[in-house]
């Protein structure tokens, strides 16, 4: 079991490092968002909805000293928050999102970043997807790819100042 369960994640790791130059331009325009007074707002379903919180600590707690906490809120499970909460420059990332659910962000101008696992999700700018059937794969994929954003976002930052 284990053989199968490590083809699984090569097999997802190397999706991934096929698809760094999305992860790499889903940071380059959050960093933007974030130069113009943008702020993050994350949601997830259903289990999907801790992910969306640890990805919001991410960003307004930065445990590398000297890079700054930059401003995100978690809206847990309720995408319906997006177009009360949300403003133009702010950024919209779902984790797992349902359809539809990122209609309303993109709708207000907002930035849309979609982590997914197969799903499509025509509605974000930015689809970064796991491209894995096993829920736990396509898990440990996001937590490395919201990590992925945060490092590259803080680097487009230095970059820029």
Request: a negative charge; charged letters at 20%; aromatic letters at 4%.
């Amino acid at each position: 079991m284990s053989q199968v369960l490590d083809r699984v994640r090569d097999a997802a790791g190397m999706a991934l490092v096929a698809d760094v130059g999305a992860v790499i331009a889903a940071a380059s325009d959050m960093s933007g968002r974030f130069r113009s007074g943008g702020r993050l707002l994350a949601f997830g379903r259903a289990e999907a909805a801790a992910d969306a919180a640890h990805v919001a600590v991410e960003f307004t707690h930065p445990v590398i000293v000297g890079k700054r906490a930059l401003p995100a809120l978690c809206l847990g499970a309720d995408p319906s928050l997006l177009p009360v909460l949300g403003r133009p420059q702010d950024i919209a990332v779902g984790v797992r999102p349902a359809a539809g659910d990122l209609a309303a962000a993109r709708a207000l101008g907002m930035l849309t970043v979609a982590l997914t696992a197969n799903e499509e999700c025509r509605e974000a700018d930015h689809v970064l997807s796991a491209r894995s059937e096993d829920p736990l794969v396509a898990r440990e994929i996001h937590i490395t790819v919201y990590h992925l954003l945060w490092e590259l976002v803080h680097v487009f930052q230095e970059a820029a100042a």
